[in-house]
């Protein structure tokens, strides 16, 4: 299964995408919101890893257009997008949820706590 890694910062992303392939999943990294959308019009993916805090389109803005895309396109299945923010503010949660996220991870994380949130999604 391949997931896309929404983050600017290239450590994350190594450090991310070592324990997801440490897990057997492929990851693809992306370091702006520009690229979001060429990348799911291109390829299919189980899930969205969105970093909140990105150059360009932040992730909320990116959740809606991604929203949008499947909703012009008739794509029934919603691609799981987790926020991974460190905004741990009150609203952070509730406002990631509003804007078509499913489901938020804090930074930092550990890899249980994001093998759990993946596996929350990506389990047939």
Do not use: H, W
């Not at 799911?40 to 929203?67: A, H, K, Q, S, V």
């Amino acid at each position: 299964m391949k997931i896309l890694l929404v983050d600017d910062n290239i450590l994350n992303q190594k450090v991310v995408t070592y324990y997801l392939n440490k897990n057997n999943y492929l990851v693809e990294s992306v370091g702006n919101g520009f690229q979001v959308i060429k990348k799911i019009t291109e390829d299919n993916f189980c899930l969205i890893l969105m970093d909140i805090m990105l150059p360009g389109l932040n992730g909320y803005e990116l959740t809606c257009e991604i929203r949008k895309y499947e909703k012009l396109n008739n794509i029934e299945k919603q691609i799981p997008i987790i926020a991974t923010t460190a905004n741990t503010f009150d609203n952070d949660r509730e406002k990631c949820l509003k804007s078509g996220m499913n489901d938020f991870l804090p930074k930092p994380f550990t890899v249980d706590e994001l093998m759990k949130v993946i596996n929350k999604y990506t389990k047939i």
